[in-house]
């Protein structure tokens, strides 16, 4: 079963917009891992947040914020006035304590195209 | 310069001709996986290692083989590759539950 669902398969946006990607995320362990990473036109897959389960405060980093809801299994990320940079495919991932941090578990991934 | 080196980059074989991805971590890192990526499919688990001789399976172990006989090594093993194994592969090392760090992928095509 998919533990972390990523229903947009692409955005696309014109630069500047803000964009949103939703994550809703499944799984029974009260102690969890959620990450975020970007695999730009490249290829490399690039970090670029952790937050566990016992820390529900939002982060902005930049013109990346998220926000993380226990109460629906959500961790979002929304990218302010985007640039054509932003465009990338972005997972949204969920490591457990169960499974003693061994496995990482992905969405499909969301492709973001920013155009000028 | 802290790194996840993986070899081949780039491998076209035929079905049934064994083969080795290698891959190798200089950071001391405990924990190591292979994902597989294909379109719509995200990243899944193949294997993972928690530590020197300790495997476990991913999510799409078939048809592959690991051993970690050395913490800084480990190589995926494809002992008789078919057509649905062609694909990008990824090898990841981390500490425990921080972020893993990724190779610079292997893709593979299995004629």
């Known amino acids: 079963a998919q533990k972390v669902t990523q229903a947009q398969t692409e955005i696309s946006v014109v630069e500047k917009e803000d964009v949103t990607l939703d994550c809703v995320y499944e799984t029974r362990d009260t102690t969890y891992y959620l990450f975020w990473y970007k695999q730009p036109p490249s290829g490399e897959l690039v970090f670029l947040i952790r937050r566990n389960s016992f820390d529900e405060q939002n982060e902005i980093s930049g013109r990346y914020s998220w926000n993380f809801q226990k109460s629906t299994s959500s961790f979002n990320f929304t990218i302010t006035a985007s640039q054509v940079v932003d465009s990338a495919v972005y997972f949204c991932?969920?490591?457990?304590?169960?499974?003693?941090?061994?496995?990482?578990?992905f969405g499909a991934g969301t492709q973001v195209v920013v155009t000028p | 310069e802290a790194q996840v080196t993986q070899n081949p980059r780039y491998l076209i074989t035929v079905t049934g001709k064994k083969l080795t991805v290698t891959c190798s971590q200089n950071?001391?890192?405990?924990?190591m996986s292979w994902y597989r990526q294909d379109p719509g499919l995200g990243l899944r688990q193949i294997y993972y290692?928690?530590?020197?001789?300790?495997?476990d399976k991913g999510d799409v172990p078939e048809g592959y083989k690991v051993s970690r006989k050395e913490k800084r090594n480990f190589p995926l093993i494809l002992e008789s590759p078919s057509p649905n194994q062609t694909s990008l592969y990824f090898c990841?090392?981390?500490?425990?539950?921080?972020?893993?760090?990724f190779g610079p992928g292997t893709r593979l095509t299995v004629l």
């Open positions: 950071m001391n890192h405990e924990y």
């Open positions: 290692s928690m530590n020197v001789e300790v495997t």
């Open positions: 991932a969920l490591s457990e304590r169960s499974d003693s941090w061994g496995k990482l578990q």
């Open positions: 990841a090392s981390s500490l425990s539950n921080t972020e893993q760090f």
